[in-house]
């Protein structure tokens, strides 16, 4: 059975950070590019990070640039997001997901395996 095990969300103040992880189990995903998506309440999943395969090709949404960092571990088959300089406006919940085609890389429906998410509070 196939797992996605997202941890490390929390709540933290504005100007904080967290390092959120991702691990997976029952199939290996070394071969997949791999992303972030967060949901706040009230509005769509929206993408946020992603990796290719090789590790090679990173793409951000222009919000989280520079403040954001996704990296992934083939050997621990994890997934990690370190999330600096976190603002209010970055509250929701946050998912790994698993990708098959990098042309649809930021498309919800182009996911194929996704955790339950890990919840992210920033207060003011």
């Known amino acids: 059975q196939v797992q996605m095990v997202e941890s490390g969300g929390g709540l933290v103040q504005a100007g904080g950070s967290l390092r959120l992880s991702c691990a997976a189990s029952g199939r290996s995903f070394n071969r997949d590019a791999m992303t972030w998506f967060r949901q706040a309440p009230g509005k769509e999943r929206e993408f946020v990070a992603a990796?290719?395969?090789?590790?090679?090709?990173?793409y951000y949404v222009d919000s989280v640039k520079g403040r954001f960092t996704i990296s992934r571990d083939n050997a621990k088959n994890t997934l990690y997001l370190q999330m600096n300089s976190l603002t209010p406006a970055d509250t929701a919940v946050y998912y790994c997901?698993?990708?098959?085609?990098?042309?649809?890389?930021?498309?919800?429906?182009?996911?194929?395996?996704w955790g339950r998410g890990t919840q992210v509070t920033v207060s003011s």
């Open positions: 997901a698993a990708a098959k085609n990098w042309m649809r890389i930021t498309s919800v429906q182009a996911m194929i395996y």
């Open positions: 990796i290719s395969a090789n590790d090679e090709t990173l």
